[in-house]
């Protein structure tokens, strides 16, 4: 069973627009951690962020901001005023306590294309 | 500057042909870790490694190999490569061996096997 699920292949929006990336998680341990990465078109992997599954509080980080709502087992992206240079892939990851040092399991990703 | 390097950064080889896929960090992290990155699949752990002389199976180890002789270095070696081997390689490290803790990246290496 898939354990992180990004259900949106490809969204295409124009620039400063509002954008949300959505993500679902399974998992049956209490204690596990959500991340988000963006791939830009450069190939690399950058961190964006990191919430563990006992806080709940939503996260703001300029234009970016992460929703994490356990009772539906989401952890959603949502960029404002979207510009170009958001323009990516983004790849949401889950790591479990039963997981041991297993590493992340990621989701297939989101790409973002922001027109001008 | 804290990272962690892979080289080569892009490698075109033929099936068959030994290669190996260094490495580094200069964070002392303890856990790292190898991933590629396939389209529609998303990324997939090969290997890892808790520590020096210490490394397991990630979920696709099949076909390649790893050592972790040194703290800082971790390559990745594939003995006879095929092509289905053609992937978007990624290393990653973190501080600690740890559900808790984040991976860092490399930039990537894009290998083709013909």
């Known amino acids: 069973a898939q354990k992180v699920t990004q259900a949106q292949t490809e969204i295409s929006v124009v620039e400063k627009e509002d954008v949300t990336l959505d993500c679902v998680y399974e998992t049956r341990d209490t204690t596990y951690y959500l991340f988000w990465y963006k791939q830009p078109p450069s190939g690399e992997l950058v961190f964006l962020i990191r919430r563990n599954s006992f806080d709940e509080q939503n996260e703001i980080s300029g234009r970016y901001s992460w929703n994490f709502q356990k009772s539906t087992s989401s952890f959603n992206f949502t960029i404002t005023a979207s510009q170009v240079v958001d323009s990516a892939v983004y790849f949401c990851?889950?790591?479990?306590?039963?997981?041991?040092?297993?590493?992340?399991?990621f989701g297939k990703g989101t790409h973002l294309i922001i027109q001008p | 500057e804290a990272q962690v390097t892979q080289n080569p950064r892009y490698l075109i080889t033929v099936t068959g042909k030994k290669l190996t896929v260094t490495c580094s960090q200069n964070?002392?992290?303890?856990?790292m870790s190898w991933y590629r990155q396939d389209p529609g699949l998303g990324l997939r752990q090969i290997y890892y490694?808790?520590?020096?002389?210490?490394?397991d199976k990630g979920d696709v180890p099949e076909g390649y190999k790893v050592s972790r002789k040194e703290k800082r270095n971790f390559p990745l070696i594939l003995e006879s490569p095929s092509p289905n081997q053609t992937s978007l390689y990624f290393c990653?490290?973190?501080?600690?061996?740890?559900?808790?803790?984040?991976?860092?990246f490399g930039p990537g290496t894009r290998l083709t096997v013909l």
């Open positions: 964070m002392n992290h303890e856990y």
């Open positions: 990653a490290s973190s501080l600690v061996a740890s559900f808790q803790d984040t991976q860092y």
């Open positions: 990851a889950l790591s479990e306590e039963g997981g041991g040092a297993d590493g992340l399991t």
């Open positions: 490694s808790m520590n020096v002389e210490v490394t």
